[in-house]
């Protein structure tokens, strides 16, 4: 075995040899959460704080290595794998788990980047608190990465992005120092805010290591309500009677195209999907309440009865009891996996004004069925936020694998341009990553683009931190490649 190169070895002593991985399998570590890519780590690196951390990005810079920081690798647009070449660092921050500290009267959490999310939420709920963060990677997904992909989740309709959940960070910045703003403060006018700079940032302007997050008093009952309706013009139109008549309890509102939702009766059957086969369109909404379960009904029923009398319902059902709740929930949550059992597909995670949502998908669907006779259309997602998951599948016993190598450049710029034309983003919850880092220039302006550029060059001069993430490298190397 030849002695370890002089890189290794600084890593090793800053967080510990049994901590830096060089042989054995690392694919869970290599390969990213969708089985698109495969990378080459030069090593993996699990430092247990923000200080071994900063050693570590020290000793990447010292020796001209770059980083690809890592939380649960649950991504969906390659941003957390390295690449091909052996030559870069990963660095995992999964040991980074812990609960610093519950603040009741502040009403914050202050957790570790590692800290996987359905642990923070168990940690809120222990407390008496609710985080509402909640997505269908949970139970895997790490807050560093939900913070580094503004991730959002079905409750975003009421609570907002992650973005709007975290007061404070602790970063470890491309110099290999520790910035520690982890205050819990809701007002700090103290100059510019470098939260938000790294919120969203995918790892490439410096790596968060721990955050303080808003805390929300749990709900006194909590109802979901599963409705058939008609057009999606009529799921907009409930959805502003929801707004109107449950306010700040609408808590969760998702739409679910109609083939969507017989993928999941055709692969998970005992599930039993309510109401699809007569209606092209289902919506879930969740209403949290803060007086009563049965005050909670009484504004259910009511907004459903006001729906079905002005034709934007057909049918609904209120679930009776919380199994009744989570077996909907389940249903929605299943739709990716039914796809998944239904074959390769082409996944589009794109938001548009709710008030041009309608209009998209009957353009946008028409678009694709005459572009690509055959093409099976999965159309589900956040409703209540603008944001759909507008997913492509392959014609029926057609050969998926050569209908996304033949066709998914083409099928991303028809949807993309349309969600131009509809003045969209082409990239919701997702983050852009290395998959869509190409598209990017030709649906961002230029003045923007120019100004993220600076930015990456003033925080990460030498292109550390997760290279052709986010900025693909341009002419002169300022998309993260060292020069």
């Known amino acids: 075995m030849s002695p370890p190169s002089p890189l290794i070895e600084a890593l090793q002593q800053a967080v510990g040899a049994a901590h830096v991985l060089t042989e054995g399998d690392l694919s869970a570590y290599e390969h990213d ?28 810079v010292a020796h001209g290595a770059t980083i690809v920081p890592q939380g649960g690798n649950t991504g969906l647009a390659v941003g957390s794998v390295p ?26 959490i202050t957790v570790e980047a590692g800290c996987i999310l359905q642990n923070l939420q168990g940690a809120a709920e222990a407390a008496g608190y609710l985080f509402p963060l909640s997505l269908a990677a949970e139970g895997s997904c790490t807050i560093g990465g939900n913070l580094a992909t503004n991730a959002g989740g079905t409750q975003v309709v009421r609570y907002g992005n992650a973005r709007e959940l975290c007061l404070g960070l602790e970063v470890v910045t491309a110099q290999g120092e520790v910035w520690s703003g982890l205050t819990g403060l809701r007002k700090d006018n103290t100059g510019y805010d470098l939260r938000d700079l790294y919120i969203g940032s995918e790892g490439t302007l410096g790596i968060i290591t721990a955050a303080t997050l808003k805390l929300y008093p749990r709900p006194a009952a909590k109802l979901t309500a599963w409705a058939a309706v008609p057009s999606m013009q009529a799921a907009v139109d409930l959805l502003g009677l929801a707004h109107a008549r449950l306010g700040a309890g609408l808590t969760g509102f998702e739409v679910m195209g109609q083939f969507a939702l017989s993928l999941v009766d055709k692969h998970y059957p005992q599930l039993r999907v309510p109401l699809f086969k007569e209606s092209p369109w289902c919506v879930l909404l969740e209403n949290s309440d803060h007086e009563s379960e049965a005050h909670a009904r009484a504004l259910f029923e009511q907004l459903l009865e006001t729906a079905l009398e002005s034709g934007c319902v057909t049918d609904a059902v209120v679930a009776e009891n919380l199994t009744q709740a989570k077996g909907l929930w389940h249903i929605r949550e299943s739709i990716p996996l039914a796809q998944a059992e ?31 006779p055959g ?78 550029r600076r930015l990456k060059q003033a925080l990460d001069p030498q292109g550390v931190m997760n290279p052709g993430r986010v900025l693909a490298a341009d002419s002169t190397g300022t998309g993260g490649s060292p020069r």
Request: hydrophobic share 45%; net charge neutral.
């Open 83 to 108: 690449d091909e070449t052996g030559t870069q660092v990963l660095l995992s921050l999964r040991r980074m788990d812990k609960v610093r500290a519950v603040d009741a009267a502040n009403l914050t």
């Open 375 to 452: 093409v099976r259309l999965v159309d589900f997602g956040h409703l209540g936020d603008g944001n759909l998951h507008y997913n492509v599948q392959a014609p029926e016993h057609g050969d998926a694998k050569a209908f996304l190598r033949d066709e998914e450049d083409r099928i991303n710029t028809l949807v993309f341009d349309a969600v131009a034309r509809h003045e969209g983003s082409i990239s919701a919850e997702h983050g852009i990553g290395s998959l869509k880092a190409a598209k990017l220039p030709h649906y961002k302006s230029a003045v923007a683009l120019g100004l993220m």
């Open 342 to 372: 239904e074959g390769l597909n082409i996944k589009h995670d794109i938001s548009i004004p709710v008030s041009r949502i309608p209009a998209f998908v009957e353009e946008t669907d028409a678009l694709l069925a005459r572009e690509i």
């Open 33 to 60: 959460w969708r089985r698109r890519a495969r990378g080459r780590a030069l090593a993996v690196v699990r430092p247990a704080s923000a200080e071994q951390v900063a050693a570590v990005v020290r000793a990447c």
